[in-house]
């Protein structure tokens, strides 16, 4: 009876082993479910991900509108005879470069002082002179930031004008009307 019971349990014992090795892995059907249910996740996901960076990308041009209006505040008190600068290249230039001057202040940050971040393109427009003892004098400007792709890195165009608050195109161009809370 001892012999009988351990032939039995080795019969057992073999087939239990085969049972495990073929269900061991996973099937074609459910790798294809997996691998849907990914997809679905990612279509959902990427429509997201775009909206964040585009708003990314306009907080992003706002808070840089802002700092060219901070270095065109500082750039009128250093040099008041010229007034406001009328390009971004005379708020930038290289600190290695020399002193600071009318036409290279060294107030703007190089990636900001080639007119792109962010996927925004930044320029200065509507610059006004006026003349004054043989010399011009700008006295006003308007800051603009435009995404470089409209409804890809951002939806708005923003606007500034000397002193004034930022305002914003929902049609991604300069035409600003709508105050930016």
Known sequence: MNCTFSIFSKRRRAAGRADRSSSAGFTLMELLIVISIIVILMLIAIPT???IRKHTNEVSA??????????????????????????LQALAGDPGSGAPSATSAQLVPGQLATGIKDGYIFNITNCVK?????????????????????????DRGFCIEAGGAIKADPAGGTNCTQMVQ
């Not at 802002?66 to 005879?81: D, F, G, K, R």
Request: aromatic share 8%.
């Open 49 to 51: 991900a775009n909206t």
């Open 130 to 154: 006026s003349t004054a003892n043989n010399s011009e004098r700008v006295t006003s400007y308007t800051l603009t930031a435009v995404p470089a792709t409209v409804g890809k890195t951002g």
């Open 62 to 87: 706002q808070k840089s509108l802002q700092t060219l209006e901070q270095a065109q505040s500082m750039y009128v008190t250093n040099y008041p005879v010229t007034g406001f600068a009328c390009t």
